[in-house]
């Protein structure tokens, strides 16, 4: 198979991923932090390991580091304990479902509102026109996972300081794929997964907390540490990770970021990316939308349907991509593509140039 869907999952992990995982579930198998013996002992070093690497990686402090499921699980955890009664909030228009369903919810039980700049050509003044003087959080997905556009984060972090703004970076599509700046730890808040461009596997994902002892817990539960009080723990990150870690998937995470530090992941997905755009515009019946900056093109076809041609390349051609709306409406509809989607091809580090041409062969 020629994989083209890294945007939603980075395949086939990296055999070093795959050796860590298997290694702590064969010895490393304990609780971590609930417990004194080998095992558990094993299982918080792992934890430890990732935290610090995930930390470096950001320009952080590890503490600040919380782990969770998945980048939805993060933006829920960093929008729902920043969010109050009252709360004015800014997105943009090429959010996904993990951001806009929790704005709708909060909307709809009365606690906040919320407006929308756009994206395209988007600059700083152009942010600072939806800014009013109530507006106390922006939620941005820093990199679209539909067209791949990029937002300015340096923008979006001095509208963010001259106002006084809560920040919250959805990074799903931005982390693994960009060169990363030490400015990046001004935000508030960063949510990301660990099975995209970090090349983890499913069920990893972190947050990283600015302010954490500030906020007040998203779930409850047991945490290792302070059992005999009844309130969560003040300190993070144990304070926001009730209940036991996925050790295996974090110990992945780590591994994955350490293979893209290793490889030069990033550079060479660039010019994957680069690659992949020239070839694709060039595809007759075919019209790329957006201004990818990363290796994900979303393309709008004349006159087929993108679920069929998505079908026919995986049948016929043996090539994955990926078809429809993405999970991110709002995109769709400012791009004017709501009824159809879009027909989505998103590389990632063990693809080649050769790929990139068979599959705008098939295309065509």
């Not at 610090?52 to 729902?80: C, G, H, P, S, Y």
């Not at 939308?289 to 995986?314: E, F, K, M, Q």
């Amino acid at each position: 198979m020629i994989y083209f869907d890294h945007a939603a999952t980075s395949f086939p992990k990296p055999l070093c991923v795959l050796d860590a995982v298997n290694d702590c579930i064969r010895n490393c198998g304990g609780n971590p932090g609930r417990g004194g013996h080998r095992l558990s002992l094993c299982a918080s070093e792992t934890v430890y390991n990732a935290r610090q690497e995930l930390a470096d990686l950001l320009f952080v402090k590890a503490e600040q580091i919380v782990f969770a499921q998945n980048a939805t699980m993060a933006l829920n955890l960093a929008i729902r304990t920043r969010a109050r009664k009252g709360s004015r909030i800014l997105i943009s228009d090429q959010e996904h479902n993990a951001t806009l369903r929790v704005i709708y919810a909060l909307k709809d039980s009365g606690l906040i509102t919320y407006d929308i700049f756009p994206s395209l050509g988007c600059e700083e003044d152009l942010i600072e026109r939806f800014v009013y003087p109530d507006t106390d959080i922006l939620v941005c997905n820093l990199t679209s996972n539909v067209t791949g556009n990029t937002l300015p984060l340096s923008a979006l972090l001095s509208v963010a300081r001259r106002h006084g703004i809560y920040l919250i970076i959805d990074a799903s599509q931005w982390l693994g794929h960009h060169p990363i700046p030490r400015e990046i730890g001004e935000a508030d808040a960063i949510c990301a997964p660990g099975h995209k461009g970090l090349y983890g596997i499913q069920g990893s994902g972190f947050v990283y907390l600015k302010n954490a002892e500030a906020l007040p817990p998203f779930i409850y539960g047991g945490s290792g540490v302070e059992s005999d009080k009844r309130e969560m723990p003040h300190r993070a990150p144990e304070r926001f990770e009730a209940g036991t870690l996925n050790a295996c998937g974090i110990v992945g995470l780590c591994e994955g970021i350490k293979f893209i530090k290793r490889e030069g992941a990033i550079e060479k997905e660039r010019e994957l990316a680069d690659f992949l755009v020239s070839q694709m515009s060039c595809v007759k019946g075919a019209k790329l939308i957006g201004n990818p900056s990363v290796g994900v093109v979303g393309l709008s076809l004349y006159n087929h349907d993108c679920v069929d041609v998505a079908t026919r390349l995986d049948r016929e051609y043996n090539i994955a991509t990926r078809a429809g709306l993405h999970c991110a409406p709002m995109a769709h509809r400012t791009l004017g593509t709501i009824s159809g989607g879009l027909l989505r091809f998103s590389t990632g580090f063990f693809n080649t140039k050769e790929d990139i041409s068979s599959a705008a062969f098939a295309l065509e």
